[in-house]
C-alpha cells in the first residue's frame, strides 16, 4: 500500500566506509529533522533549433542534521575531533580529516514505514547556539551541513553510482526492510531478516 502522508524521523544511525563496505551502524540519537537538498545536474543539447536531448542525474545531496546534541563519539567518527589525553576533553584539529559515511533514517507514514539510507556523506562543523534560560527552559538543538554524493557499486558485473536505496515494511520488500539495521544495506543484495 502506499503512504497518503509521511511523518515523523527516527532511528536515525550511521555507518562509516570502510576498505570492505560500512562498519556496523551506530546510534544518532535526539534527531529532530533531516532535511535533503537534491543538487541536480543537467546537460542540455542542442540541434535543429531546439533541445534536442536532456539528460538529467541526481548528482548530490546537500543535507542540514537537526539534533538535540552530537554524541562525543559520533564527533571523532564523524567531524575528525580527537580525544585528549591531557584534559579528557575532545579538541578539533583545524585540518581534521572527516571520513566518509552512510545514513540510515526511518520516516513513518500511514500505511507503511520507509527505511532510507544514503551513501558517501560528509558533514561540516555544526552550527549552535547558546542562550541564556528565562523562565521557560527551551532546549536549544544542534544544527550540521554536509553532503552525500552517492557511492559505487557493482551490481550485475558492472560498477554503478548510487545515492540512495529504500525499503517499506509492506509486502515483498518486509524481509530487506527488518534486516535493515543488521549490516548496511548496498544495492544488489539481498540481505535475509535471519
Do not use: C
Request: without cysteine.
Amino acid at each position: 500500500m502506499a503512504n497518503k502522508v509521511r511523518f515523523g524521523v527516527s532511528n536515525a544511525r550511521y555507518a562509516l566506509e570502510t576498505d570492505e563496505g560500512f562498519g556496523s551502524w551506530t546510534r544518532i540519537p535526539g534527531v529532530v529533522q533531516i532535511q535533503l537538498e537534491p543538487q541536480e545536474s543537467q546537460s542540455d543539447f542542442y540541434a535543429d533549433n531546439m533541445n534536442y536531448f536532456t539528460q538529467a542525474g541526481a548528482a548530490s545531496d546537500n543535507i542540514t542534521l537537526e539534533i538535540a546534541d552530537l554524541a562525543d563519539q559520533a564527533k571523532i567518527d564523524l567531524l575528525g575531533y580527537v580525544q585528549d589525553s591531557t584534559s579528557g576533553g575532545l579538541v578539533l584539529p583545524v585540518n581534521a580529516t572527516r571520513k566518509s559515511f552512510a545514513l540510515g533514517f526511518q520516516v513513518e507514514g500511514d500505511e507503511t514505514k520507509l527505511r532510507i539510507v544514503i551513501y558517501g556523506g560528509k558533514l561540516n562543523r555544526p552550527s549552535m547556539t547558546h542562550s541564556t534560560t528565562s523562565d521557560t527552559t527551551e532546549p536549544e538543538t544542534m544544527s550540521i551541513e554536509g553532503k552525500f554524493s552517492g557511492k559505487v557499486f557493482t551490481v550485475g558485473g558492472e560498477d554503478v553510482p548510487y545515492l540512495y536505496l529504500t525499503t517499506t515494511d509492506a509486502g515483498d520488500t518486509h524481509t530487506a526492510y527488518d534486516a535493515f539495521w543488521t549490516a548496511v544495506p548496498t544495492p544488489g543484495t539481498a540481505p535475509s531478516a535471519g
